[in-house]
């Protein structure tokens, strides 16, 4: 998706995915040539080539709230550090990107108390690059609420354009974690710190109900039983808030997930409800209730399902031209461990490729 996000103007020279039907849907889609399969770990510099961008969007699970907490020393997200390692090897090679783009959870900024953040922009310090955060939620841009961490990484050979940075931090990019993360750091590393300016999008084209399919391919309506069953275990104000979609005059949708509560000392799996014109953060479908649920009322009408792998791909800003797999968990696998097609085409445009021609600009005119 980093690919699709990233347009037709570049040209990926390396991939890498761990997972093979990643690997897979990857080749089905853009080709064979790049798309090397297996543990970033065993990836040996010398075989990379030269690249201006280096973008890894490194397992989340060890930095999400659902996730075990194990930070940077999770087996997971512990994959930073190869990945660090490889970029350092190039640089001895004199072959390091210019730019480095590090994407994940937002919990990334507070995990083991902020120890972690501080140590990943530490690695990037040593390794001659100034650095930045920007928190930029997918709703902006999609009908998903998907907030999630961008550490851009720039090289300190880089003479940066005092249009991309700002002298102070800004909304809604440099939310209130962004800042905190930022004063939690030791000096040397604050001294290099960069705000910065990314625009604010124009307002979003499509909600929720807009990417909706009435003859999914992937899912099927539930019966009315099921939908029965699925509103029986809404709490008194989930509930509520169907009941108040049904007197709209108009259909409208919402998402579901199921979520384990305690209430009166017992745990309880509630069905909870959002009717925003968002959809809420697709995840990776490790159970049952990690797959999103919607439901559609018309009146009286009320008609429930799961989300179907084209409307996640949908939420994720990829064309219907996107080959999908076949199966609907490694479809909606792919899709909820991705990244934002449009949020990485707006970074993209107004920063990454900004750099980019800054430097090269820059070097031609030191080269003459």
Known sequence: MVRQGLGPGWQCAFANDYNIKKVATYRKNWGASEMVPGDIRKVEASSLPTADLAWASFPCQDFSLAGAGAGLKGERSGTFYPFWKLITNLKQLGRAPRVVVLENVSGTLTSHGGKDFVAICRALSDGGYRTGALVVDAALFVPQSRPRLFLFAVSESVDVPESLTLDDPASPFHIRSVKRAHAALPPDLAKS?????????????????????????????????????????????????????????????????????????????????RFDNLSGCLRTPAGGSSRQLIIMTDGENIRSRLISSRETARLMGLPDSYELPDAYNEAYHLTGDGVVVPVVRHLAKHLIEPLLDASIQSSRESAA
């Open 193 to 273: 710190w960069i705000w910065w300016s990314l625009p604010k999008p124009c307002a979003r084209a499509e909600d929720f109900i807009d990417i909706i399919e009435e003859h999914p391919d992937s899912v099927r309506w539930h019966s009315p039983k099921e939908t029965a069953q699925l509103l029986a275990m809404m709490s008194p104000i989930n509930r509520a808030k169907v009941d108040e979609t049904m007197k709209a005059g108009r259909r409208m949708v919402g998402g579901i997930y199921k979520r384990t509560r305690r209430e009166k000392g017992r745990k309880v799996q509630r069905a909870e409800v």
